[in-house]
């Protein structure tokens, strides 16, 4: 890499973690007026630090490389979610640890079949 790369990455970095932090500070006061409490972190992290990154990749690199972001996270939260069907049955059964390894294997398989079954853009 050179000089001229690392900062550009240094700075895109930097840009992302910006955006992501202003999304939760909004997200985090939009879930401090939600009722029922439980529902506030659904709108905490993950969404909020998904769309500054989306934003801050659309504005440096443009929309081929957002659209592909995108896709990355949407098949990443389709593996999360069979990640969170699997997990706590086997948690009864196997304890945490093994629970845990299982899953993250399920995960690592789900995410990739998703992103290999999204349409290449």
């Given at each position: 890499m050179t000089g001229g790369?690392?900062?550009?990455?240094?700075?895109?970095?930097?840009?992302?973690?910006?955006?992501?932090?202003?999304f939760v500070l909004g997200f985090a006061v939009l879930a401090e007026m939600m009722t029922p409490k439980r529902l506030a972190g659904v709108f905490s992290a993950g969404p909020s630090v998904a769309l500054g990154s989306l934003l801050v990749t659309v504005a440096l690199t443009g929309q081929a490389d957002m659209r592909a972001a995108a896709d990355g996270m949407r098949a990443g939260a389709a593996a999360?979610?069979?990640?969170?069907?699997?997990v706590p049955p086997l948690m009864k059964t196997w304890?945490?640890?093994?629970?845990?390894?299982?899953?993250?294997?399920?995960?690592g398989a789900t995410a990739a079949a998703a992103f290999l079954l999204l349409p290449q853009s």
């Open positions: 790369s690392v900062a550009r990455l240094i700075v895109e970095v930097a840009l992302k973690a910006l955006a992501g932090g202003l999360f979610f069979v990640y969170c069907l699997v304890g945490v640890w093994r629970a845990a390894l299982t899953g993250l294997a399920v995960w």
